[in-house]
């Protein structure tokens, strides 16, 4: 069975902080992406990467970046977290084309 | 026009009868579209894929491609309780991103 697992289930953090969000996956998949997901939005991609060190801009980039400096890992970061990023973030990774997602992460800015 | 339109629902269907629903895509290029279900606190679970024109059924669960239409459904059949939940239609776009819409819930009632 495919796992990717997500460091944290649920996070708390306040204005301002730097923020790390980790995924792992160990199925040596070629793509990672970055989604959240907020209520009557559905999932909103914020960023992807389709090899080590590449990376693309989803639909909802700003505040965001991500670093993939191995294959299995996958990280997002908020730079400076503001109240409006609190979500559900998700993170999958695929052969394409099929997607499997982590647990998830429910981040709070306070 | 969002990539990928759902009717957010919800959507109530009586226990054992026939639920149907439907997905738009904007991306003429996508090749491979995905049902997945989501039950509240839980990640998106992929439940079928469909690659071309017609019907694939596997169990309760049909998916229909129309290509030309633009167009992706999902039909469960001798609906359950344990069927209730947000059923989520993504599409792998040409530009290898997968894009989600924002789920339909679905309903059983007894």
């Known amino acids: 069975d495919v796992k990717v697992t997500q460091s944290s289930r649920y996070l708390v953090k306040r204005t301002g902080e730097k923020v790390f969000l980790e995924c792992v996956q160990d199925m040596d998949h070629e793509n990672m992406f970055w989604y959240r997901q907020d209520p009557g939005l559905g999932l909103r991609l914020i960023y992807f990467s389709y090899d080590v060190k590449m990376k693309e801009k989803g639909d909802i980039p700003e505040g965001y970046s991500v670093s993939r400096e191995k294959k299995e890992r996958f990280s997002l970061i908020l730079e400076s977290a503001s109240t409006n990023q609190t979500s559900m973030y998700l993170c999958?990774?695929?052969?394409?084309?099929?997607?499997?997602f982590g647990q998830g992460t429910r981040l709070t800015v306070v | 026009q969002k990539e990928v339109e759902q009717n957010s629902g919800p959507l109530s269907v009586p226990e054992g009868a026939i639920a149907s629903l439907n997905c738009t895509y904007s991306?003429?290029?996508?090749?491979?579209f995905f049902w997945y279900r989501q039950y509240s606190g839980k990640s998106p679970e992929l439940i079928m894929s469909?690659?071309?024109?017609g019907d694939k059924e596997d169990g309760r669960f049909t998916a229909q491609l129309n290509k030309a239409s633009q167009y992706v459904s999902l039909l469960i059949r001798d609906s359950q309780p344990s069927d209730s939940a947000t059923y989520l239609c993504?599409?792998?776009?040409?530009?290898?991103?997968?894009?989600f819409g924002s789920g339909t819930r679905l309903s059983i009632r007894p």
């Open positions: 469909i690659y071309s024109n």
């Open positions: 999958a990774s695929s052969r394409e084309p099929q997607a499997f």
């Open positions: 991306d003429r290029g996508s090749q491979s």
């Open positions: 993504a599409v792998y776009s040409s530009a290898s991103k997968i894009i």
